[in-house]
């Protein structure tokens, strides 16, 4: 798969992406679910707060639907953080997931953590591994991790370095190679430490991922008996048709293929367990979205829509705004930020 430059699509505009995915012909997403009384697709609680810290990166992946990369500009401010923290506070979130970009390319990155776990937060940090080892400034990363008792959920495409690189650029595979050995040697991944090192894992192309149980035995054999490293837990998670991926789909002429295999791999038992109905995502300026995707595609949450008027007992009465490409997270065993669903 070719890696794109960031900011330069197809169909770079929100709305020329929703009219695109809303183009295709499949039934609607509500067409599906409103016979299996999931329409509206209501939430249960918020119980997550994922935030997404910033697009800046320091890698430019070609599956990647935040559109995140060394040249992107825009980072949460510490004014907004601030907000996030009294939002956790007000709801009584114990969860809060820190998204990006690279999120620890936010300035702030290190104080927020703190600040979380002052909190009794558990945090959990979506890592691309090579921010450990591209700066000598991240080097420290795995110790203070460690230190703040941090959830590392890491990118890792494949246990191949021609698959990795294919996916994530060149010296990838070799970058979070090592940069896993630094996390194993604080502990993460080893059994009976208490941190937690999950790895994830994104199809390389217009397919379906395969079992997550089976590639995860596959990952663990691969990863232990070549390069001596251990990890908790793998996620498979379904590439959506959004950003640079939307692009892929639409050059590589595989598009309505793929719009078509997602709808009829949909499965009515995984739309009961979508992240989006215990899941808050804010955007990097404060705005709320039902989940990633949403944000992405800057459909903003009902009722509430910045962080700085936080209201659960809305939050939890809105109704979730869905569309086509929510057929991502219910294609099969079903995706998510944790992996399958069922």
Known sequence: ???????KHLYASTDAQIEVLEGAEIPSFNARTEPIGFHPLEPTNVDILQVNMGKMCNQTCAHCHVDAGPDRKEIMTQETLQLCL???????IKVADLTGGAPEMNPHFRWFVEELTKRKVNVMVRCNLTIIVANPKYNDLPEFYAKHKVEIISSLPHF?????DAQRGDGVFEQSIKALKMLNKVGYGVEGSGLHLNL???PSGAFLPPAQASLERDFKERLQRQHGITFNNLYAITNMPISRFLDYLIQ????DTYMEELSNAFNPTAVEGVMCRNTLSVGWDGYLYDCDFNQMLEMK???VEHIRDFDKGLLNSRVIK?????????????????GEIV
């Open 1 to 7: 798969m070719k890696t794109l430059n960031a900011q």
């Open 86 to 92: 009294e939002a956790v506070e007000k709801g009584h």
């Open 160 to 164: 191949s370095k021609t698959r990795t």
């Open 200 to 202: 994830v894992y994104n």
């Open 252 to 255: 590589s002429g595989n598009y």
């Open 301 to 303: 949450c009902q009722h």
């Open 322 to 338: 869905t569309g086509k490409h929510c057929y991502g997270c219910t294609a099969g065993a079903g995706s998510s930020c944790g």
